[in-house]
């Protein structure tokens, strides 16, 4: 079983930045880790994501704005967002791929507001 604790979700005005963290307990390999987030009345989507051998995968509305990075030792993950708009509003959940199971934190708030 694999557990993942997520922070530093929050409130900022638009433009401002916001770093979410997430860690994963228990000495296991993670093939694949990252972020998704779900806005009121809207399906979960992917934000990014980060192989363990560093291969990133962005959506296309955060590109240039975001930037993920793990470190596989202490098997952590953070987003950097930067540049924040309103429409980034949602919870965020932290998301990790071990072998075939996917498991999920439990879901941070981000409000970009003004």
């Known amino acids: ?11 900022v005005q638009p433009g401002g930045s ?5 860690a994963a307990s228990g000495r296991i390999n993670i093939n694949r880790m990252g972020w998704y ?9 992917l934000v990014a994501s980060i192989t363990s051998a560093g ?3 962005y959506a296309d509305s955060v590109k240039g704005r975001f930037t993920i ?3 596989n030792a202490k098997n ?12 980034d509003t949602a919870v965020y959940y932290c ?7 996917t ?9 970009v507001s003004s």
């Open 76 to 87: 952590t993950v953070n987003l950097q967002m930067n540049s924040l708009k309103p429409e």
């Open 69 to 71: 990075s793990r470190d």
């Open 18 to 22: 916001l770093r979410l963290s997430c």
């Open 55 to 57: 291969t990133t995968n």
């Open 95 to 101: 998301n990790a791929l071990v072998i075939l199971t």
């Open 37 to 45: 987030r779900q806005a009121p009345g809207k399906q979960r989507e």
């Open 103 to 111: 498991y999920w934190g439990q879901g941070t708030q981000v409000t």
């Open 1 to 11: 079983q694999v557990q993942l604790v997520e922070s530093g979700g929050g409130f």
